[in-house]
């Protein structure tokens, strides 16, 4: 029997099933395909484009960057890795729960990891947890990254399944339930670790007293509360921070995503330094992590974030766009709405398609969106969006759904 090889039609790993557009320009909140038409970038790269595309202040600081030292590694210091600590540890530290240090990293997922590994030696060099036994606990529907590690305490069964053997160490309880976080916490106990809003599951809110329980809870029980802020962190719900919306101080926070401005990957685990500074030399690191391109952006980022001015512009333009997208559940074209800053989900009503589908009529209209779950699609427009194009890309949403 011969066998016959057979080229498959693309040698891209299939891992993802795009819209089928080919995207070659962007600036602000448009973007070009490669046949010339322009479209609504309402997903901002699942919020790494907070600030739009080829924003002037981030580019012009990654080309004078490229054009002095890119790279060192951390073998050797650069005169950046200090100024955007001590910038990034400005802007975040009154929103975490002590003095603040920072240990820069590049994805998201490496940031969780690190949040994690930060943890455990806490627990067991300062809690006195006993070796190997330490435990975090997660929520259900939650998305974290999609590392072996992260994947085992997923809840998803397309990230998780056909992955195994999966890490131990962790408990899964209920998102939004006080009880079950309470009965889940134990001797063994270092962190939870939480998502202030589930950005994966369609922009999914806690109840009001949610963090406020979870930050309590953790307090009393010498546990370490660790937000993710990498979807919603960096002024996407209107705050710098979500956690901000119920006055809560986490004591980790992971920061990715925007912190490279669309530019580049760059993240962080920003929090208390007697937490961080476990870590110690030889027991954590990254070549690129810190690196002085990521460096020069990150300081351009935090720059555009420090005077407020972004942060208050979404609540502005958020509240205009929800009560425009609550007329959409009123009428019945939609089943819900749920809507943070400039960030929403939204459930197609019944009868209306999927939520992919409802992405491909949008795409025909020009404007860019994705789905999640089957019925429900995110939208999360960058925070320098006009107020024009906003009622513009919403105008094209009622079509669509219509």
């Known amino acids: ?37 322009r479209y609504l970038d309402l997903l ?3 919020s790494a484009l907070n600030f739009g595309h080829r924003h002037p202040v981030l580019t012009a600081a990654a080309h004078a960057q490229i054009d002095k030292l890119t790279l060192t590694s ?37 940031a969780v990891e690190t949040a994690i ?26 998305f974290h990254g999609r590392t072996t590690t992260i994947v085992s305490f997923s809840t998803d069964p397309d990230a998780r399944r056909g ?30 670790l939480l998502e202030p809003i589930q950005g994966e599951q369609g922009v999914v809110v806690p109840p009001d007293d949610y963090l406020p329980g979870v930050r309590a809870l953790c307090t009393s029980q010498d546990v370490l509360f660790i937000a993710d802020e990498i979807q919603s962190g960096l002024g996407r719900t209107g705050t710098t921070l979500a956690s901000e919306l119920w ?3 986490p004591d ?5 995503k925007a912190l490279g401005g669309g530019v580049l990957p760059v993240s962080a685990v920003v929090g208390r330094s007697d937490v961080l500074g476990v870590l110690t030399a030889g027991t954590h690191g990254s070549t690129f992590g810190g690196n002085p391109l990521a460096c020069a952006v990150g300081l ?58 409802l992405c491909e009529r949008l795409l025909a209209r020009g404007v860019l969106a994705k789905d999640t779950h089957g019925s429900t699609i995110r939208l999360a427009p960058p925070l320098t969006i006009s107020t024009e194009d906003l009622h513009l890309a919403t105008d094209r949403l009622t079509d669509a759904l219509r």
């Open 117 to 142: 590994k930060a943890a455990r030696k806490w627990g067991y060099d300062v809690k006195g947890v006993p070796a190997d036994r330490a435990t975090i606990i997660v929520a259900d529907g939650n």
């Open 74 to 110: 951390r073998a050797f210091d650069h005169e950046l890795l200090e100024p955007f600590a001590a910038r990034l540890a400005a802007l975040i530290g009154p929103l975490v729960a002590g003095p603040p240090m920072v240990l820069p990293m590049n994805t998201g997922a490496e």
């Open 252 to 256: 980790l926070v992971t920061l990715g």
């Open 247 to 249: 006055g809560v101080k």
């Open 300 to 357: 351009a980022v935090v720059g555009l974030l420090e005077t407020g001015e972004l942060q208050a512009r979404a609540t502005t333009l958020g509240i205009e766009w929800g009560a425009r997208l609550d007329a959409l559940v009123d009428a019945g074209l939609l089943a819900s709405s749920r809507r943070v800053g400039l960030w929403a989900g939204l459930d197609v009503a019944e009868g209306r398609g999927t939520g992919r589908q």
């Open 163 to 192: 992955f195994g053997p999966y890490t131990p160490g962790f408990r899964v309880v209920p998102y939004g339930s006080l009880e079950a976080l309470r009965d889940a916490i134990d001797e063994t106990t270092v962190a939870v």
């Open 1 to 37: 029997m011969t066998l016959v090889e057979v080229a498959p039609a693309s040698v891209l790993a299939p891992n993802y099933h795009p819209l089928p557009v080919t995207l070659v320009d962007g600036l602000g909140s448009w973007v070009t395909d490669d046949e010339g038409n």
């Open 44 to 46: 901002s790269g699942y």
